[in-house]
């Protein structure tokens, strides 16, 4: 599983970063956590604001940061659907 963080590097995407990194651990799952922060690489995606949180190339969250606890609900359901 791969999570990307999309954002320039602003305190909202160091925040969201810091999210998810709390939810991995508290989810159990082995996954790939990467930053984005190159503006070529962010307008890959269809996304009008940042911080933004994609699991395996599907956008969960846009322009917002969304608690730990929604993030590890989006990564445990990834998970099992890459099992099946």
């Given at each position: 599983?791969?999570?990307?963080?999309?954002?320039?590097g602003?305190?909202?995407?160091?925040?969201?970063?810091?999210?998810?990194?709390?939810?991995?651990?508290?989810?159990?799952?082995?996954?790939?956590?990467?930053?984005?922060?190159?503006?070529?690489?962010?307008?890959?995606?269809?996304?009008?604001?940042?911080?933004?949180?994609?699991?395996?190339?599907?956008?969960?969250?846009?322009?917002?940061?969304?608690?730990?606890?929604?993030?590890?609900?989006?990564?445990?359901?990834?998970?099992?659907?890459?099992?099946?």
């Amino acid at each position: 599983m791969k999570i990307k963080i999309l954002g320039p590097g602003c305190s909202n995407c160091k925040r969201l970063y810091a999210e998810a990194e709390k939810a991995l651990a508290a989810s159990g799952v082995s996954a790939d956590l990467e930053k984005v922060e190159k503006m070529e690489d962010i307008m890959k995606y269809p996304i009008m604001r940042t911080p933004a949180l994609v699991i395996d190339e599907d956008i969960k969250a846009s322009g917002r940061i969304p608690r730990a606890d929604e993030i590890v609900t989006w990564i445990t359901t990834a998970a099992a659907k890459s099992s099946t």
